[in-house]
């Protein structure tokens, strides 16, 4: 057993914010699955909402949020975020982020659902300068400990103590695999924070890294965590169409910066049949919605995302790390249109948190991508979410050491239990469930939704849970069945979450109940 002052399990933005808060004044182990740089947050291009024009304000983004989250935010939480993104900003400038600037100050980009020139970003690849910059600081620091190659299995609770059996919901910690050695160690704190991204990859397509599978969704679930509005999954409209290259995306500043989208049939630009007034710019709902109408309607595999009437030299300094890409694929995009298609993107939803981080367990924390913290609601306004990494990070850290008396020191545990499992007889067990879920949830439960469609999700869902369950008690763990696990379970719960919703609101889209309530609802799951 390996016993620290706090533990997060999460090295992207929101793990490593909270890592140097906290390493002011106590001993943080921060515990990853693969790399350090694994997760989303390395990925990131358009860059980070924030008011720093004299233009702008506070209010404007505030409503922009709102606009895009379909009413379903609380307004609490976005005023919360808005007001400190400035602030976040200026942290990451003084750890040396090299966000690009004109004449003395930052270059703001624009994005779909913004009123306001608000993007701040580091060329088209915002997200592997933040990650270098946390992961030197916090490299650099002597009170963090980054230990990579730990796939976290479940939390340590109450029931887990080695002493008696409280069965409290209380967090000690978790138990973590060690995926060079096989060994699986128990590691407590005083507090833990979860900050292990999204779900993404529960679906077939998504721009989402390969560990996106719910790991701290499902594991504060199993705990006994509140989860809310699972079914608002996002979708960004413009993914790469390649046969090769699946995940690749176009970020939303090309359509900022002028990119039109084109239906390749008719050679039309269509999004002025769909959103007259915002075009190309309203919210990533409506877009994608109105590209996956076009596929639809015309059998295509794809429409374009045209941005070659503007300056080649423009577009090559907006965006070279895109150009590059593409050039290497056969397209030149200064002046051919680029072949694009919806996919998930961002998980809206997760652990229910309050505005200091607090989930509903005791000594148990989440920030970032994981959690539901109240200010994406119905649909993600485009670079909020790095944003709210930073800010939730902080503001859990903080919280933590205002009530660092209040934390007692973890007491023994159990260590994890072997004695039942074997060694894995038929992998293939695992690919086959994996791929499954990932065909089933893109198919029944993406952009257009019914509830025939749920209902057949929902009765292969519960058909996969025995298999997997079973197959979980009888052989020894790895990532791979973590992951399986943890992504079943995360499906299970969008699918159960959009069962519950009846009416249409943001990115859930029902043709049975195309209405939208008058009162904004949560979907609040209970375990
Ligand atoms: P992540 O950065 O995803 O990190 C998760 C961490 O948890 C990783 O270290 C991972 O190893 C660890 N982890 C997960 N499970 C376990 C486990 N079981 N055990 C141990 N460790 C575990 N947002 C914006 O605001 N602006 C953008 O421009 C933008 N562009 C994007 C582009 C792409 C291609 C993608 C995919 C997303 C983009 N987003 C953007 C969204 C944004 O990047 C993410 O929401 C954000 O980075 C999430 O950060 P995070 O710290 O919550 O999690
Ligand atoms: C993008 O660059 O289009 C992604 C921005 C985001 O997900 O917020």
Known sequence: MTQH???IIGSGAAGLTAALVLAERCKVLVLAKGALDGGSTNWAQGG???????GDTFENHI???MIAGAGLNRRETVEFVVEHAPQAIHRLEALGVPFNAEQGSLHLTREGGHSHRRIVHVDDATGAAVQKALLKAANDHPNVTLLPGHACIDLITGRHEAARY???GRVWGVYALDESTGKVEAYTARATILATGGAGRVYQFSTAPRGATGDGIAMAWRAGARVSNMEMMQFHPTCLYNLEVKNFLITEAVRGEGGRLINPRTAKRFMEFYDPERLELAPRDVVARAIDSEIKKFGLDFVHLDISHMPADFVRGHFPNIYERLLGLGIDMTRQPIPVVPAQHYTCGGILIDLAGRTDLPGLYAAGECTE?????????????LLECFVFGDAA???????WDSFDAPPEVRPWDESRVTEADEEVVIKQNWTEIRRFMWNYVGIVRTNKRLERAAHRIKLLFDEVNDYYGHFRVSTDLIELRNLLQSAELIVRSARARHESRGLHYNLDTPQTDAEPHDTILVP
């Open 5 to 7: 002052d706090v533990l």
């Open 397 to 403: 850290a903080r919280d933590i050491l205002a009530r």
């Open 48 to 54: 980070i909402a924030a008011v720093l024009d004299e």
């Open 373 to 385: 913290s109240g200010l994406h609601g119905a649909n993600r306004l485009a670079s909020n979410s």
């Open 63 to 65: 409503r922009d949020t």
């Open 166 to 168: 409280s069965g409290s």
